[in-house]
């Protein structure tokens, strides 16, 4: 019995001697596929090109090597340009510039296969990867970061696609000068760390990171302190064909801002506790973009003007045409004519003009939900929203009839203390000044006394429609008219005595 057992011990061992070697090269295939996908991603980036890629697998581990080229249309567009520049100017004595060539890096990856691929933990993969920059800059980032790389992931892929991967910068301080005259400026950069989460073919993400904090003093005696970033991303793809366009959230926290120096004086900038968060859920057919920006201090000097608010939305946007929308400013902006100044507008943008006016047929609805700040008058507070209404392709042609179908509205609030500061006043003198300022507040007057303004207390409102091809102004049509305040007579030329012609002498 014992002599069986021991047979079946060994023959057992040697199975699995013989198989993990082709465990290992089967889940090495399958990682490389898997890591695959994200280059597919990349071909629909037209600002993003791979030059190079090489794969070597092995039994037990591989490795890759993939260049890719930044901006590679645009640079040979304008280093064409500038070459086209120099040829009309042979007699110039002036050194030739550098010429533009394409940005290039490079990611180094070695992938250590499953199924224990650290000796430790089940595994299909585990992959190190480290970005090497561009070739033109390696000197100056050596002297900046030594022999650290300027990015590096550390990647564990599941056995069904998914994975998790590590992601940092190092820290650095460094010095340089930017101008001769000035004094140098230094940096302080405490580098940067993610960590990402990702199901099979980057379906769907999850990533969360912090940034310490930046420092930068120098120069003319600004001094700027960025502390305390950290970012939340959760996103999904809506369409396999869009590898592009994500729904989910974004949220990008600042715990502090500082500038200062000699050239703000007392007006030194302090923000604190800012949030950027932008939302895209998807509603069966349709999508919404909800953007807030929000700090809870703004100070410029003593002064606060926290909390301040930016709510922007866009609503009821059909997924499908916004994608064909989306993809097509991708690849304007990434068009090297782009950047040609006597390039023509309106070719530039015709490519968005049919997603964007099939867009308009479903009735989107566009809202500046909340710009709200304090001052030392009071609040500030204005909301708007716009959209079309049943509108209709063969309304496009017709804008009388375009007019008539657009729905707008907004709402303002602000003190009327702060619509009798000097704010846009321009004049040589004081008595110009005054005369401004007396005009404005006979304008004031005269909307009131119309009922386009509404006072409350300190405070100021209007709510502005424009509904039905008419302008209304608190439910009154407007009258522009009254925005015709006169200004003061100009004082009457003092008369002058009639003057007599003279004679003409008598000849003698």
Do not use: C
Request: hydrophobic share 40%; no cysteine; aromatic share 8%.
């Amino acid at each position: 019995m014992k002599k069986t057992l021991l047979i079946f011990v060994a023959v057992a061992l040697l199975v699995l001697v013989l198989a993990y070697p082709a465990s290992a090269w089967y889940l090495g295939k399958q990682v490389e596929m898997a890591v695959n996908e994200p280059y597919k991603q990349i071909e629909s980036l037209p600002y993003i090109k791979i030059v190079n890629r090489g794969y070597r697998r092995g039994v037990f581990s591989s490795d890759e090597t993939v260049t890719f080229e930044l901006f590679g249309d645009l640079m040979r567009f304008m280093e064409n340009a500038q070459k086209r520049s120099a040829s009309a100017r042979p007699e110039s004595t002036a050194p030739p510039a550098e010429p533009f060539k394409p940005i290039q890096v490079t990611v180094r990856s070695h992938i250590r296969h499953g199924p224990l691929p650290d000796a430790k933990k089940w595994a299909a993969a585990i992959v190190d990867s480290e970005l090497e920059a561009d070739e033109r800059v390696k000197p100056a980032l050596a002297t900046v970061l030594g022999d650290r790389k300027l990015l590096t992931a550390h990647s564990v892929y599941g056995f069904e696609g998914e994975g998790e991967s590590l992601v940092s910068s190092p820290a650095f301080v460094t010095t340089f000068q930017a101008d001769g005259s000035d004094p140098p400026i230094q940096v302080s950069w405490e580098g940067v760390n993610a960590n990402v989460r990702f199901t099979k073919g980057f379906a769907s993400y999850t990533m969360q990171g912090d940034a310490p904090k930046l420092d930068i003093a120098g120069g003319k005696g600004v001094h700027m302190v960025m502390a305390g970033m950290h970012f939340d991303v959760d996103g999904r793809r809506i369409f396999e064909d869009e590898p592009l366009l994500h729904a989910g959230r974004q949220k990008i926290t600042i715990a502090q801002v500082s500038i200062d120096g000699p050239a703000l004086g007392d007006k030194s900038i302090l923000l604190k506790q800012m949030s950027y968060d932008v939302n895209v859920p998807v509603n069966g057919e349709f999508l919404d973009i909800v953007a807030k920006v929000a700090v809870r201090d703004a100070l410029v000097g003593e002064t606060n003007f926290g909390p301040a608010h930016y709510d922007f939305s866009m609503k009821r946007l059909h997924a499908r045409t916004f994608a064909q929308l989306h993809r097509a400013m991708v690849k304007m902006y990434s068009d090297p004519a782009a950047s040609n100044a006597a390039s023509n507008p309106s070719a530039e943008f015709g490519t968005l003009a049919k997603p964007a006016l099939k867009l308009l047929e479903y009735n989107p609805e566009i809202s500046l939900d909340r710009l709200s700040f304090k001052s030392p008058e009071g609040e500030v507070l204005v909301a708007a929203q716009a959209k079309f209404i049943d509108i209709k392709p063969e309304d496009f042609e017709q804008p009388s009839v375009l007019m008539v179908k657009l729905d707008a509205s907004a709402d303002i609030s602000l003190p009327e203390g702060l619509m009798m500061m000097p704010l846009g006043i321009k004049a040589d003198t004081a008595e110009a000044a005054q005369t401004q300022m007396a005009m404005r507040q006979r304008q004031i007057a005269a909307l009131v006394e119309e009922g386009y303004i509404q006072r409350e207390g300190t405070m100021v409102k209007s709510r502005l429609e424009f509904r039905n091809g008419q302008f209304t102004v608190n439910g009154k049509p407007f009258d522009p008219a009254t925005m015709k305040a006169t200004a003061p007579p100009e004082p009457a030329a003092r008369k002058q005595p009639p003057t007599v012609p003279r004679k003409p002498p008598r000849k003698k």
